[in-house]
């Protein structure tokens, strides 16, 4: 369970754009509703979301669906790793690759993985690092691989998830079954609340 509890009311106005929201995604998002306690962070969230790079030429969505599953593990969030590893198969992932993701498997072992796929994880790999920590191989290669547009929409993807994880996290959430039909993802392995001894 979540540490909050939704509101027992919401502005008619954020109960329409949840219900949309929720429609689309076909489940309840509790960190959402949760986030209507503070109508400002709701939407500020949702605009947010609402204008993160989905598909482009330099970042296509593979490569945007790596980051953002590598990014829930870095920053172990079960809800996110839910969420972002949905269908992984139809973004042209595979296990082994959702593997390398977890850090179970090295990224330069799995074969499938381009040099410009590999310099993006790395890259954010030191974003993902508390206190963050860039070495400069890390960013040569992902300069070298991306022109500065396509570098910023790939930091600014890692950061969207760094945001929501760090977010659904500090509420508790926990996943919603996006992804129920995939033992791989381990999501028990990943939970931060951390029951004293």
């Not at 139809?90 to 993701?101: D, S």
């Not at 929501?164 to 931060?192: H, K, M, N």
Request: proline letters at 8%; one cysteine or more.
């Amino acid at each position: 369970m979540s540490y909050l509890d939704p509101p027992a009311r919401m502005p008619v106005l954020l109960r329409v754009f949840l219900w949309m929201v929720e429609r689309r995604m076909g489940k309840s998002l509790l960190a959402n509703r949760i986030l209507t306690w503070y109508p400002k962070a709701f939407l500020g969230s949702g605009i947010m979301e609402g204008l993160v790079a989905h598909d482009e030429p330099e970042v296509p969505r593979r490569l945007l669906g790596l980051v953002r599953i590598h990014t829930s593990f870095l920053v172990s969030c079960p809800f996110c790793i839910d969420l972002n590893s949905r269908e992984f198969e139809h973004k042209g992932i595979t296990e082994q690759e959702i593997r390398a993701l977890q850090g179970k498997v090295p990224l330069v072992d799995v074969p499938s993985l381009t040099d410009g796929e590999r310099a993006a994880l790395r890259y954010v790999e030191c974003m993902c690092r508390t206190p963050v920590e860039f070495t400069t191989e890390a960013v040569a290669n992902a300069k070298k691989h991306f022109s500065p547009r396509g570098f910023v929409i790939l930091t600014s993807t890692c950061a969207q998830v760094n945001f929501w994880t760090r977010l659904i996290q500090s509420f508790g959430v926990p996943p919603a079954g996006f992804s129920a039909e995939c033992p791989i993802l381990d999501l028990e392995a990943y939970t931060t609340l951390k029951k004293k001894p």
